[in-house]
């Protein structure tokens, strides 16, 4: 297993290799925040952009603010290659000292280790992936997903397709719509609300699986879409799998514009590949794209120009870097709830849950914290540690993400009822399941 250590708020960037009894030291008058990533293999392209994200967000709160509170983030970053068991070697390798939060990035990894978080009492932040039946915080208080689940996109996803086939979802019926999807954990998760839709609103659905090692190997799958037709295609890919289809999709003649993908799926380096056959794909997304914020400004200013950054600067605002920074607000904005609900400077992970348990990120709050307008509001309670957020639909025009919709909710109604069926379903199979013990807050922050 290969580490990689990064102490933000330091002269530099961070220290590769660094000792765990010089981390240990650190522990006094810091907070521990580990990263999984995969900076190599197959992920990489997706990987990298969202880790430097996370980084330069918090090295810029240690930077410009002394940390949050007054106490600086400790981030540490551990090389996964999205692998399962790697990830879990990086958990173990974590786990006794006291992280506040664990970030698997990887939803077979993130799968594997929510058995582990209530017995160490250690929150799981699986920011828009992972087990969508995790929202369900009656049985999961320790594992937090906003601020959508994989179900809340296909719902949206579906949403969107009828609303251009001319209203509501009885549009869909006699359609094909084909899913294209990484055959794993991740691209398998919604798999269970799609067939409930085609049964319910008398659609047809295709299967096209894409096994991680035919990632970048697709021809024949395509081949099976052009003699399929189907009239929509949507994508739960990842990494290498995505270019690589956009990039078929446009060899066969697939319209472009009738082929949209999950959030994970709309990188600039997914589409870009394609040149422009790649014109007119389209991706969900719950955050903005661009670098005119206040905040990135401060990254800029506090990190980047000061050479303590990965990032390349005409990277700076692409849609992944900016992925990462929401990712790295949810963690800051948790921890100062958990600040204010103990009074407690230096935090642990038991705090951490209760801050992530109350979150609450209003527009008023983004505008705050100078990023005006650049997501959705999240507010995460007892009951649901999701949100179940809006997302917007972007389209590619060649060179950059335009935004085509307004915000669309997701269809909760059919979402709610099936998450918690899905969440006693898991603990049922998972027996001895522990019963929440842990209290709810119902202070308002």
């Known amino acids: 297993m290969r580490l990689k250590y990064l102490v933000l708020g330091a002269a530099v960037a961070g220290v590769i290799g660094a000792s765990v009894p010089a981390s240990e030291a650190l522990a006094k008058d810091s907070m521990l925040v580990p990263l999984f990533t995969y900076r190599t293999g197959p992920f990489a392209n997706s990987g990298i952009p969202i880790a430097n994200g996370m980084h330069d967000y918090l090295s810029m709160l240690n930077a410009r603010d002394g940390g949050i509170g007054g106490v600086k983030i400790n981030v540490q970053e551990c090389e996964t290659q999205y692998k399962n068991e790697k990830g879990v070697e990086c958990y173990d390798s974590f786990k006794s000292r006291h992280p506040l939060v664990i970030n698997p990035y990887s939803t077979g990894i993130t799968l594997a280790l929510i058995p582990k978080a209530s017995v160490d009492q250690i929150p799981i932040l699986s920011m828009a992936y992972g087990l969508s039946a995790s929202a369900v915080g009656a049985d999961f208080p320790w594992i937090f997903n906003p601020p959508d689940t994989y179900w809340d996109g296909m719902s949206i996803a579906l949403k969107y397709i009828a ?143 000061k050479g303590n950054s990965q990032t390349p600067k005409d990277m700076v605002g692409e849609n992944f870097y900016n992925r990462g ?50 997501g959705p509001p999240i507010h995460v309670t007892c009951a649901d540690h999701n949100g179940h957020g809006s997302v917007y639909v972007q389209q590619w025009d060649g060179k950059k993400w335009v935004k085509v919709s307004d915000w669309i909710a997701p269809v909760k109604d059919k979402v709610m009822p099936l998450l918690d069926e899905a969440a006693k379903d898991y603990v049922g199979k998972n027996q001895p399941w522990p019963k929440r013990d842990e209290p709810c807050d119902d202070k308002t922050l």
């Open 163 to 305: 609303q251009k086939e001319g209203g509501g979802f009885d549009k869909l019926k006699g359609k094909t719509i084909g899913f294209i999807y990484f055959d794993g954990g991740y691209g398998r998760e919604p798999i269970p609300l799609l067939n409930d839709f085609a049964k319910e609103y008398g659609f047809n659905v295709k299967m096209y699986p894409v096994p991680p090692p035919q990632m970048q190997s697709q021809s024949g799958l395509w081949l099976g879409v052009r003699r399929d037709r189907p009239d929509w295609m949507i994508m739960w890919g990842w990494g290498a799998m995505n270019p690589t289809a956009v990039q078929e999709a446009a060899k066969t003649g697939y319209p472009l514009d009738h082929f949209i993908g999950v959030w994970w799926s709309g990188s600039e380096d997914d589409a870009r590949p394609a040149g422009a056959g790649g014109k007119g794909y389209l991706s969900m997304n719950f955050n903005a794209v661009g670098a005119n914020y206040p905040a990135i400004k401060d990254i800029e200013k506090y990190v980047i120009a």
């Open 325 to 374: 920074i929401m990712n790295a607000v949810v963690i800051a904005e948790a921890i100062r709830h958990a600040q204010k609900l103990t009074g407690k400077k230096v935090i642990d992970g038991a705090d951490m849950r209760r801050g992530l348990e109350t979150l609450k990120i209003s527009e008023q709050r983004w505008k705050q914290i100078g990023l005006a307008g650049f």
